[in-house]
């Protein structure tokens, strides 16, 4: 387990972006909840934590707009058909990471 950031770094309803081991990882507070996927995108690796934080638990890249459910990684909806055949690809499903709380830290089991 790896500190990624203390709690008051992220209220309810924001997300941020951190290096964690030379890792970029995204850190989600959904209801006190905290959640941490991959911070760059799939599709071609927009930072997502610049992104939204939408309905509680998706959260969209800004790049193309890809959306994520941040509890499961899970691709909830890709890039537009254009935009996919301008660049070859479309977005798959984001790596989560195990998160736990001791006093006021988040760790991440990277
Ligand atoms: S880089 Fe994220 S949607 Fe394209």
Redesign the pocket.
């Known amino acids: 387990m790896e500190k990624a950031c203390n709690i008051s770094d992220i209220p309810s309803g924001t997300m941020k972006g951190f290096t964690v081991n030379d890792n970029y990882i995204l850190v989600a507070n959904v209801d006190g909840n905290f959640y941490a996927v991959d911070a760059v995108?799939t599709?071609?690796?927009?930072f997502i934590p610049v992104g939204k934080l939408e309905k509680k638990f998706i959260i969209s890249?800004p790049?193309?707009?890809?959306q994520y459910d941040v509890k499961t990684g899970k691709l909830i909806k890709d890039?537009d058909e254009e935009i996919k055949e301008a660049t070859g690809s479309g977005?798959s499903d984001l790596q989560i990471y195990e998160v736990s709380i001791k006093d006021d830290s988040i760790f991440i089991d990277l």
Not at 43 to 46: C, F, N, R, V, Y
Not at 63 to 66: D, E, K, Q, V
């Open positions: 995108c599709h071609m690796s927009g890249c790049t193309h707009g890809a890039v977005a």
